[in-house]
């Protein structure tokens, strides 16, 4: 009988009536906040490739070469809408939500760079790495065949049987030398880093 | 004569949806992102959609979640009780790819589609309650539409 | 002779009542639950396989994804371990920013909890409108973090968005529609003599059984066992004056009871964190760095340990993750349900214990 009472009670509330009668469905509609699929916002890819470095599905995004320069492109299926190639991109490339809006009224970025390490003990001098490497072959032509290079420039070449790497910092990440490997001896450490870079300095 | 009673069967399908779903090893956020659908606020049975677990009314079965190798027989055993017209609809990344998960050491062994056939998927991590509200109300009735007439 | 018969029934893997795969095999003689025992293994996905030998961008991701419902605290509890390891400070600004999140998704999985309760009960009236409620939560967390769920919202040294004072303005509104509609809520629940008949007295668990199975979260709390909420050790939480709720019925409604109380001191601590958010900066930065640490958390459930070795670079070379449920799910079997007087309440007390089977297996 309480319980009757109570909701008959619960049911002649104002709201309720008023609600019951003239309430709508709210519109299926996404609200600007959210963070969906990044999109292009016009501004020039550099293909530097650090939305494709930091993003944590795997094949989400990928920088394609399009007709007039490089392009970034998500994957809907692969890619989760976390939105961290949106703060990593330093050139803004893509939008998603507001993100980039956040990002530059707190001035907040990642940065992101590689360390390469040879285990020494497992490399058995192939120079697989070296050859594969795609800034190397780009930077030394001459480079295919033994490994060895004669120029500096190159990101990793074979000195006296043993892989020296020179220039760590124009690694792009592709991680083509660590699937080359045949003993995977080599292994590409993407480093990041969450920084806020102050108002004042900016 | 037929035609329209096949007219009534297209109508009354389209605003009559029985849908299942199943969990075949997610991480639950696309699982209560249709649970989500159920609240006043998207009021998926205004649509005439319905909710409840059981696959042997159901019409259409949600796939929620990359694979993993005890569901692989039993997500046909499921399929084949639900009786036909029946469609699938794949919820999320999972289902579609795998995921996060689709990667080197995992247990899983996706896409849904090599078990069972998927009508349509909603990509997302997880997808919003309004787009997979979109994706069953586009579906379905296509797939329902003049059954009997398409059937061989 | 009165012939007994006793009866298996298996409840799961696809049950109407629960959302995840799950069997529980009930040993029944006539209406009475002889024994119980539950069937993991359908949901194992192997992402502590997955996470060696990745770096933290990537694991954060995975940690998220361990469970969907409480997916900040698996991201939070990560990225402090992560921060023990590589002796990363948190400005306070971001530590304050943390809680609030936490605190709107502990009640976002507070208010599902009880609304799979009240559903599993046949209560839909009162299910739905928690339902409704937790949209409103969730509004709230999307516009902090940009998503509903998996917000991916902190990382070592900080977090990723700043919360701006206007969505401040709007979440404390909100807050105040969901601290009104949350004690109507409660009131039903607490008054209902339909409700009581269902929930008070069934399941009953009392402090030795709990304290024995190594219950965690809301279901000790509701057993009375005391100090048993990890947030009291959490420094922010202790800056923000933190105290447990406890209760010492031990059945499904003070189960239940006490994740509703939890909701209201969530929306106290958030108020707080606003009235006191300091200002700075969001992140620190730092770098990820060799080491072994482990470290735990209060999720939802209870509590959550990660155990995490890195190498240089903040590579995860061996991680090992505790869920709550596990614990909170075994002694449901046997402390809850073998008792229990009818097959009909085998459900209602398993949900009551709010499983999360994703948690559970990985």
């Known amino acids: ?202 | ?152 | 002779m009165k012939k007994t018969v006793d009866v298996s029934i298996p409840l799961g893997p696809m049950h109407p009542c629960w959302k995840e795969p799950v069997r529980i095999k009930c040993e029944t003689a006539g209406e009475r639950v002889l024994r119980t025992e539950i069937e993991l293994g359908y949901m194992k996905k192997g992402i502590e396989r997955i996470m060696r030998g990745r770096p933290w961008q990537e694991v954060m991701f995975l940690a998220e994804r361990v469970c969907g419902i409480c997916s900040v605290i698996h991201n939070m509890v990560f990225i402090e371990t992560m921060e023990k390891i590589s002796d990363i400070a948190v400005p306070p600004r971001a530590a304050y920013l943390r809680v609030v999140v936490n605190e709107l998704d502990r009640m976002a999985s507070h208010i599902l909890a009880n609304f799979s309760y009240c559903y599993t009960i046949e209560h839909e009236t009162l299910a739905m409108y928690l339902l409704n409620i937790r949209e409103t939560v969730l509004d709230n967390l999307e516009r902090i973090t940009g998503s509903r769920i998996n917000t991916a919202y902190m990382i070592p040294g900080g977090v990723r968005f700043d919360l701006l004072p206007e969505d401040a303005a709007v979440m404390l509104a909100d807050l105040m529609k969901v601290e009104e509609e949350m004690k109507r809520y409660t009131r039903i629940f607490e008054t209902g003599p339909l409700i009581a008949l269902r929930s008070k007295g069934i399941g009953y668990m009392n402090r030795e059984e709990a304290i024995r199975a190594h219950t965690v979260g809301p279901t000790a709390r509701a057993s009375g066992v005391e100090d048993s909420d990890l947030r009291l050790c959490h420094p922010t939480y202790q800056a923000l004056g933190f105290t447990q709720v406890t209760r010492t019925e031990g059945d499904n409604f003070a189960r239940v009871m006490v994740r509703f109380q939890e909701v209201f001191q969530s929306i106290d601590l958030i108020r707080k964190c606003v009235d006191t958010l300091p200002e700075g900066p969001i992140r620190g930065g730092g770098l990820c760095k060799a080491g072994t640490a482990s470290y735990s958390g209060e999720a939802p459930r209870g509590e959550l340990t990660y155990t995490i070795t890195t190498d240089d670079y903040g590579r995860v070379v061996d991680i090992t993750i505790r869920t709550p449920s596990i614990m909170n799910v075994e002694a449901c079997a046997h402390a809850m349900i073998s008792e229990a007087t009818s097959i009909a309440d085998v459900t209602s007390t398993f949900i009551s214990s709010d499983p999360c089977i994703a948690c559970n297996e990985r």
């Open chain 1, 1 to 202: 009988m309480r319980s009757i009472i109570y909701y008959v009670r619960e049911f002649l509330r104002p709201e309720w009536i008023r609600k019951f009668f003239t309430a709508k469905t709210a519109p299926l509609e996404t609200p600007s906040y959210f963070k969906g699929y990044p999109t292009l916002t016009g501004n020039k890819c550099t293909a530097c490739f650090s939305c494709m470095m930091i993003c944590p599905a795997p094949g989400g995004i990928a920088v394609l070469r399009k007709k007039d320069g490089w392009e970034p492109e998500v994957y809907p299926g692969h890619c989760i809408r976390c939105g961290l190639c949106v703060e990593a991109c330093p050139e803004g490339v893509l939008s998603s939500g507001r993100i980039l809006d956040v990002t530059a009224h707190d001035g907040t970025a990642f940065w992101s760079w590689y360390h390469l390490e040879v285990d020494d003990n497992i490399c058995m001098r192939c120079g697989n790495c070296c050859v594969s490497c795609p800034v190397n072959r780009q930077i030394d032509p001459q480079l295919a065949g033994s490994g060895t290079s004669s120029s500096d420039e190159v990101i990793m070449r074979i000195e006296g049987g043993r892989v020296q790497i020179l220039h760590e910092e124009k690694c792009t990440g592709c991680k083509t030398c660590e699937t080359n490997c045949p003993n995977s001896a080599i292994r590409v450490a993407r480093m990041v880093e969450g920084v806020q870079i102050p108002e004042a300095e900016t």
């Open chain 2, 1 to 152: 004569m037929r035609n329209i009673l096949q007219e009534i069967k297209n109508a009354v399908r389209s605003r009559s949806i029985h849908v299942s779903y199943v969990d075949v090893g997610s991480c639950n956020g696309c699982d209560i992102e249709v649970l989500a659908c159920l609240a006043p606020r998207y009021d998926i049975e205004q649509y005439g959609i319905y909710v409840h677990n059981n696959p042997r009314e159901a019409d259409v079965l949600l796939v929620i979640g990359s694979v993993t190798p005890q569901w692989v027989d039993k997500l046909r055993d499921i399929w084949d009780k639900i009786p036909e017209p029946k469609v699938a609809v794949a919820i999320g990344n999972c289902p579609i790819s795998g995921c996060v998960y689709a990667r080197r050491g995992t247990l899983t062994s996706p896409p849904v589609e090599k078990y069972i056939p998927i009508a349509a998927s909603v990509p997302g991590c997880p997808p919003r309650p309004t787009e997979i509200l979109s994706a069953i109300l586009s579906v379905a009735p296509l797939i329902f539409k003049d059954y009997e007439e398409r059937k061989p």
